[in-house]
């Protein structure tokens, strides 16, 4: 990359927040935050937002065949590869306003201020609306980033199904953003990505830190567990006799936990749904299907929590006289950033003078698997208490300017300014 900007640029932060508490008026939550779940009216409603917002900065735009938006701004050298930034503008069913929508529009900010103060840039900048992130109403989640970056296929991702069986591909025709440009056409001309994203942890807040440096994401495994027994009365049942499932989740879940705990402090995981059948009060539970969610930044430790889950599992069903069958229903390897863009993204927070820290992400995000086919880096900044994906999600408009302000000096780093 060329040597880093030295002008003194800020991004407007009044016009940033401004600019995401409108978005937040679309898909209105009930709490205080956000459901704009991908391929709804309310997502149709904010890419119509965020579309002009691209046009009244200049922006062109391109949408491939998954709906990925790029809005382009152009460089003083039409042959250079742009540098993308971007996130994501579709949230949980119960989401917060930032979570995402901080990545979009802080790049949309950074162009704005480009244009504002007449800079030019040889590389064009590109910023990108990735759908369907969340993952929540058409598994898996980052879907049309991992088709982009040819982890998926399309037609299966066209054939998702939410809970209502309305498939992903329908729905995308009928909020009307199927693009005509091939997913995945431009990923060999991309010279580098940032995405900007609120932590979705405690660690920033609680270190007092304004600028997360992120060196590395998490890989993840997800089981899927079902334990058969036998429903039997709870009152008329003799314990020695009893074939409980739900015993055996719960002696299961203990085990997710010590196989977590064993391994820190690079590891977690936890059971994070589960279904009970037949889930009545005096019924012992007869079958029980529930997940596991294993995460670690280092390849060795997620394969070894999986193998021991594995192994032990069938054991403890074996002592309580249960079936046990398990499946990888989610997989992804843990991700190790570019090594050149982390370094623009320290080096921006330094010379800003914002406190800052290497930190590895605990959530899966878009830049995951942009980074298999080019330079990607992420910056996070912190949040309330560590909480996201619930509507009480907060942060400062402090934090928010802090993180945009990094995300367009390393932007400037790597798209180099034409003076």
């Known amino acids: 990359m060329a040597a880093a900007p030295g002008k003194n640029i800020r991004i407007d932060a009044e016009r940033l927040w401004n600019s995401l508490m409108e978005m937040a008026k679309i898909g209105p939550g009930v709490a205080g935050g956000n459901n704009r779940q991908t391929l709804t009216d309310a997502d149709k409603e904010g890419r119509a937002l965020f579309r002009k917002w691209c046009a009244d900065a200049d922006l062109s735009m391109g949408v491939d065949t998954m709906g990925n938006m790029f809005m382009t701004r152009e460089g003083a050298d039409p042959d250079a590869k742009p540098v993308y930034v971007g996130s994501h503008l579709d949230t949980q069913p119960t989401g917060g306003k930032y979570d995402g929508v901080l990545g979009v529009l802080g790049g949309l900010e950074l162009v704005r201020t480009l244009n504002d103060l007449g800079i030019r840039t040889r590389r064009p900048i590109v910023v990108t609306n990735w759908t369907n992130e969340e993952g929540t109403r058409f598994a898996p989640a980052m879907l049309a980033s991992g088709v982009f970056a040819g982890t998926h296929e399309e037609a299966w ?68 567990v079902t334990v058969t027994g036998k429903d039997s009365h709870t009152g008329s049942t003799p314990m020695p006799m009893r074939k409980n499932a739900g015993l055996g989740m719960a002696r299961m879940t203990e085990l997710v936990h010590e196989i977590a705990m064993k391994h820190q402090p690079r590891a977690v995981g936890a059971i994070g749904h589960c279904d009970v059948y037949p889930n009545s009060r005096n019924v012992i539970p007869g079958k029980v299907v529930f997940t596991i969610d294993f995460r670690s930044p280092d390849q060795a430790t997620l394969d070894a929590m999986k193998a021991e889950f594995e192994e032990k599992a069938p054991k403890i069903a074996e002592d309580l006289g249960l079936g046990v069958e398990i499946e990888a229903v989610g997989h992804f390897d843990p991700v190790t950033f570019d090594e050149t863009c982390v370094k623009a993204v320290r080096g921006a927070a330094e010379r800003l003078g914002y406190s800052h820290m290497d930190i590895i992400s605990g959530a899966g995000h878009d830049a995951c698997w942009v980074n298999k086919v080019a330079p990607t880096a992420m910056i996070m900044c912190p949040c309330v208490d560590g909480l996201s994906h619930n509507e009480a999600e907060e942060i400062t408009r402090d934090w928010a300017k802090a993180g945009a302000d990094v995300l367009l000096h390393a932007v400037l780093e790597a798209a180099e300014i034409v003076e």
């Open 157 to 224: 991702a066209y054939d998702r199904k939410d809970a209502e069986g309305k498939r992903f591909g329908d729905e995308l025709k009928r909020i009307g953003w199927v693009g005509d440009e091939p997913v995945g056409a431009r990923k060999d001309a991309i010279h580098a990505m940032f995405e900007l994203h609120i932590e979705q942890g405690p660690i920033l807040e609680a270190e007092g830190r304004d600028i997360g440096v992120v060196t590395h994401g998490q890989g993840l495994w997800w089981l899927e």
